[in-house]
């Protein structure tokens, strides 16, 4: 199984941070990565897939980057509403197995 | 749009049947899972079902117990859960594709004596 591994776990930041999740992976995936949003209560949001591509309707404030093994997440100056919890995901093969989460807090 | 329902109150070694009913996309060649999320925990995926060859993919956790199922006629994906356990307790979400780019509000099970 690939295992996925975030960090950090979580973090705090500012309205207008810049902020960068990272998530490595224990073999290569090529670029078969998604990164999920989600809210208390709510269920997951489909941000960025292929490792780099924006879903539609997703803010370009929202990046990704990264192949192989290691891949980030980037959210430029931070707003409230992407105060969440992220999560990468590999699907590269079965099983599809996700990092642990980084929840982002208000400082 | 995804659209599950089935969840429930259930004691150990019962049996329950999600469904997911989709529409707006061509879903007999999607690939449709399950992923579920206990309490405070992260998300863990449990089983797929390839459209494109008809192939079905199961976590080890949930193997012999779970069957993952669809009914093309109906655009509905069904995950038959047999002899629950307690660590099965989550809240169970409809997925569609590998890449995830659409997902069902989810629904809860409650395995519990």
């Known amino acids: 199984d690939i295992q996925m591994t975030q960090s950090p776990s979580s973090l705090s930041a500012s309205v207008g941070d810049r902020i960068t999740i990272t998530c490595r992976a224990s073999q290569g995936v090529n670029k078969a990565l998604v990164w999920f949003q989600q809210k208390p209560g709510k269920a997951p949001k489909s941000l960025i897939y292929d490792a780099s591509i924006l879903q539609s309707g997703v803010p370009s404030k929202f990046s990704g980057s990264g192949s192989g093994t290691d891949f980030t997440l980037t959210i430029s100056s931070l707003q409230p509403e992407d105060f969440a919890t992220y999560y990468c995901q590999q699907y590269h093969s079965f099983p599809l197995t996700f990092g642990g989460g980084s929840k982002v807090e208000i400082k | 749009h995804l659209l599950e329902s089935g969840g429930g109150l259930v004691k150990p070694g019962a049996s329950l049947r999600l469904s997911c009913a989709a529409s707006g996309f061509t879903f007999s060649i999607s690939a449709m899972s399950w992923v579920r999320q206990a309490p405070g925990k992260g998300l863990e995926w449990v089983s797929t079902f390839r459209g494109s060859d008809v192939t079905t993919y199961y976590a080890e956790s949930v193997k012999g117990r779970f069957t993952i199922s669809r009914d093309t006629s109906k655009n509905m994906v069904f995950l038959q859960m047999n002899n629950l356990r307690a660590e099965d307790t989550a809240v169970y979400f409809c997925?569609?594709?590998?890449?995830?780019?659409?997902w069902g509000q989810g629904t809860p099970v409650t395995v519990s004596s």
């Open positions: 997925v569609k594709d590998g890449s995830g780019d659409v």
